[in-house]
């Protein structure tokens, strides 16, 4: 297994712990456990639904340890335990400075019970310590719908050079923070391929309209990419605290430029409709969806699903949260 990808790896452990599972009572698991140990739990999935979200979460931590070059399982495993410890406490942080909402913490930390700490077992006290799991789940957002700053441009101004070309980046493309590192620019077509985004799909994101724009994003990208800015956002977003301090602005995190970006894109759309029926054509919407474009009263419809595309979701009522007041 040393040679093997850490994201197969975390899969197949969730793939194993699953086929344990199904089929089998969980109550019943979990009373019969409560007998032999004392601790009700379950150490199997029993539902695919769970399965999934647990798959989808640990490919996120995947992600975050590629970037940080920890590539195989034989990486993994050659960490201390202070060492791994230290990285799941980082990937924790980041999470919360990203944006996520609590929940969504308390699932990662769920879902690296389940894999993590079979590949790992020395990671298991860490992840079940109470004052820990508190910890991590309180930096993060409460259960609600995010916003863009109320002065964007205001917070931009007041941070690094770096930091500002980032933040402009996500506000071009509507980006993941960590997304800028994955992106390839086809300057000949107008577009950015995003590789390996969340989920480990990748998408396109097209400016045949927005050349202007594309001219600046693609400046960004290269300059980013070349300084490896990736590699110290921790310091990216205590800059944006300061600069919300500085302008009497609410923290939302470096998510608030990808609000700002759907909530741009929202009205362009809607008053450039050649560009929103090309971008359903180039996105290959269903001729429901394309004819939502011909009529005022639906063309939201089909601005969501553009939207939705672009900024790398799969459920079109996604875009809708960002932008809805």
Request: glycine letters at 4%; hydrophobic letters at 30%; proline letters at 1%.
């Amino acid at each position: 297994m040393s040679q093997q990808q850490v994201r197969h790896a975390l899969k197949h452990v969730l793939d194993e712990l699953y086929e344990l599972g199904k089929g089998v009572k969980r109550g019943k698991l979990q009373r019969e456990m409560q007998k032999l140990t004392g601790i009700r739990e379950s150490h199997f999935i029993h539902n695919s639904k769970t399965k999934v979200r647990y798959e989808r979460a640990m490919m996120t931590f995947s992600d975050y340890l590629e970037d940080i070059g920890i590539k195989r399982v034989k990486h993994l495993k050659k960490l201390s335990k202070e060492e791994l410890q230290e990285v799941v406490d980082n990937y924790f942080k980041e999470l919360a400075d990203e944006g996520y909402a609590k929940s969504t913490i308390k699932l990662h930390v769920a879902a690296m019970e389940k894999s993590l700490a079979i590949i790992r077992p020395d990671i298991k006290d860490y992840l079940n310590n109470d004052e820990k799991r508190v910890e991590w789940w309180s930096a993060g957002q409460e259960t609600k719908k995010g916003d863009s700053y109320v002065d964007p441009e205001a917070i931009r101004e007041r941070l690094d050079e770096t930091h500002r070309m980032i933040a402009e980046a996500q506000s071009l493309g509507g980006f993941r923070v960590r997304e800028i590192a994955k992106a390839e620019v086809d300057k000949e077509n107008y577009q950015v391929i995003i590789h390996k985004a969340k989920g480990g799909r990748d998408r396109t994101i097209h400016f045949e309209h927005r050349k202007e724009d594309f001219e600046k994003l693609s400046d960004l990208i290269e300059k980013l990419q070349e300084r490896q800015y990736e590699r110290k956002l921790k310091d990216y977003y205590e800059d944006i605290k300061r600069a919300c301090h500085e302008t009497g602005q609410e923290y939302h995190a470096s998510h608030a430029f990808r609000y700002e970006y759907v909530q741009n894109r929202e009205k362009e759309l809607k008053q450039n409709k050649e560009e929103l029926k090309d971008l359903l054509n180039k996105y290959e919407a269903d001729e429901k969806t394309k004819n939502y474009a011909n009529d005022e009263n639906t063309i939201e419809r089909a601005s969501d699903f553009v939207l939705t595309r672009e900024i790398g979701h799969n459920r079109t009522s996604m875009a809708r949260y960002y932008y809805k007041r």
